[in-house]
């Protein structure tokens, strides 16, 4: 049977679907380096913030890993007890501390997710840079639509 919707009508199921890859993704980055799967989601956080020259701090990954301060506490214990982050204080107030990844769980990301991003790289290279461009404009406004909805959502009433 032919699929009958229209192409905006596959569009946000696919990309829930790519969401949900992603997020298989991080249980599978979390089983091979034998890691509880919220130790792995922080570390991706925390990488993903150095990669984005914005070094995390342990009030933003208490929310982006939804937990307490106090199970965060924890949770950077054991992952700085593990050899996987270090924290710093190398500001001006020096009371804001930011997480850094040691070198060793950096090389070990990388060399995991290595293959996945030559994948990935090989698939976008069948297209043209304004064909991305348009992906881009599309993916970056659908999720500030959902990162709209989460701040701001319905109402029980």
Request: aromatic share 4%.
């Amino acid at each position: 049977m032919d699929d009958e919707r229209t192409p905006d009508q596959r569009v946000v199921p696919q990309l829930r679907e790519f969401a949900a890859a992603g997020d298989e993704l991080g249980r599978l980055f979390a089983r091979t380096k034998r890691m509880h799967t919220t130790d792995a989601a922080a570390m991706v956080a925390i990488l993903t913030a150095e990669d984005q020259g914005a070094p995390m701090t342990p009030a933003r990954l208490a929310e982006h890993v939804v937990l307490t301060t106090g199970a965060t506490s924890t949770l950077l214990n054991r992952l700085e007890d593990a050899g996987h982050i270090i924290r710093t204080r190398g500001h001006s107030d020096r009371r804001v501390v930011t997480l850094h990844s040691t070198p060793a769980i950096h090389a070990s990301a990388d060399a995991f997710f290595a293959g996945l991003a030559q994948r990935q790289n090989a698939v976008l290279a069948g297209y043209t840079d304004a064909e991305l461009s348009l992906v881009e404009t599309v993916v970056d406004r659908l999720t500030g639509v959902v990162k709209d909805f989460v701040e701001h959502p319905p109402t029980d009433d």
